[in-house]
């Protein structure tokens, strides 16, 4: 399905000062938000299983046969399976998904600004009880361009940049994170979502958490295999962020549209139905595929619209992972 867009003026990047005032403001919100409605000692997004041994209780269908508590099961002849007390110190890393189909929006926010505000929400609940979290962030452009390492002040920026942020412990460092989040300019060009995901692969970390922010428009066969990797180590959650133009055409007439990765341009009749119809069913075939290699990937998937308040969402997705934690199944 291609990756069409409404022509629309280059989006006029916010001045270093108003960019600053914006990310102040979206901190107040999330931190107000989710403190008034997630409540508990650990409010991680996906609170690992932990490796710590707690109580032991009655098997449920679900449960990972992997924590069965022989002894106990021996003694009472009912099966029963070891909860875990989940790790405080985890290791979270973002890939955020910048390249040039993010720089796209017809709801209350762009794309782009979805996935900075999705990088807030899950710093702001990462950076509690000394947790550290890091970031990798691809831009547009061909993906033979080498990785860089980010040294203090805003990150590089080009065709094909993948820059890493080391991951790091404390409030400071976490503003410092999302700055360079913020501060992160989108080039023309297609990324590569499979090589930013691969990343967080190499070189090998200590088990954590590993969240992916993207649209998923990329080909399915370009990232699913790395995701798949990336499962084996660590907790995986994917965020997939959506625009209500990408799943249904309005009728408005003769509507320009504009591929913002390869910048070919075509004009569409909207007033006609069937086109209309045509579209929608390629854009529930193409979602469909993106949650299918998800849940082939072991991945936790959350999806973010623009035209929703995704806060929202996000507490919602926060409260049932909780309660799938609470009632012993995975997800």
């Not at 003026?9 to 989710?34: C, F, G, I, M, N």
């Not at 590993?210 to 499962?231: G, H, I, N, T, Y």
């Amino acid at each position: 399905m291609a990756r069409a867009a409404p022509v629309t003026s280059p989006t006029p990047r916010p001045a270093p000062d108003r960019s600053e005032a914006v990310l102040s403001r979206l901190q107040l919100l999330v931190t107000r938000k989710l403190d008034g409605l997630l409540q508990g000692d650990y409010a991680g997004l996906l609170p690992g299983p932990g490796s710590e041994a707690g109580e032991s209780r009655e098997y449920r269908p679900g449960d990972d046969v992997r924590r069965m508590d022989w002894p106990v099961t021996a003694r009472t002849t009912t099966p029963h399976v070891r909860r875990t007390v989940a790790d405080r110190e985890l290791e979270t890393w973002l890939a955020l998904d910048l390249s040039a189909s993010l720089d796209f929006g017809t709801g209350q926010w762009l794309k782009r600004e979805v996935v900075v505000a999705a990088a807030a929400a899950i710093t702001h609940l990462t950076v509690r009880g000394g947790n550290r979290i890091g970031a990798v962030i691809g831009t547009g452009g061909g993906a033979s361009a080498p990785a860089r390492r980010w040294r203090g002040g805003p990150p590089p920026s080009g065709p094909g940049v993948l820059t890493r942020l080391p991951a790091r412990s404390g409030r400071k460092e976490a503003q410092g994170l999302l700055r360079a989040v913020a501060g992160t300019a989108i080039q023309p060009g297609r990324g590569d979502l499979g090589a930013l995901i691969e990343m967080l692969n190499r070189p090998p970390r200590r088990r954590g958490v590993a969240v992916v922010v993207s649209d998923f428009l990329a080909p399915a066969e370009q990232w699913a295999r790395p995701m798949r990797k990336l499962r084996v180590r660590h907790d995986v959650l994917a965020i997939e962020v959506v625009d209500p133009r990408e799943l249904e055409l309005p009728d408005v007439g003769v509507l320009p549209v504009v591929d913002p990765e390869s910048g070919e341009l075509h004009e569409v009749q909207t007033a006609d139905p069937r086109l209309r119809q045509r579209y929608a069913e390629a854009a529930v075939a193409q979602r469909a595929t993106i949650a299918a290699a998800l849940r082939g990937a072991g991945a936790a998937h959350l999806r973010l619209r623009t035209d929703r308040d995704w806060l929202l969402d996000m507490v919602r997705f926060v409260a049932a992972q909780r309660h799938a934690r609470t009632r012993g199944t995975t997800r």
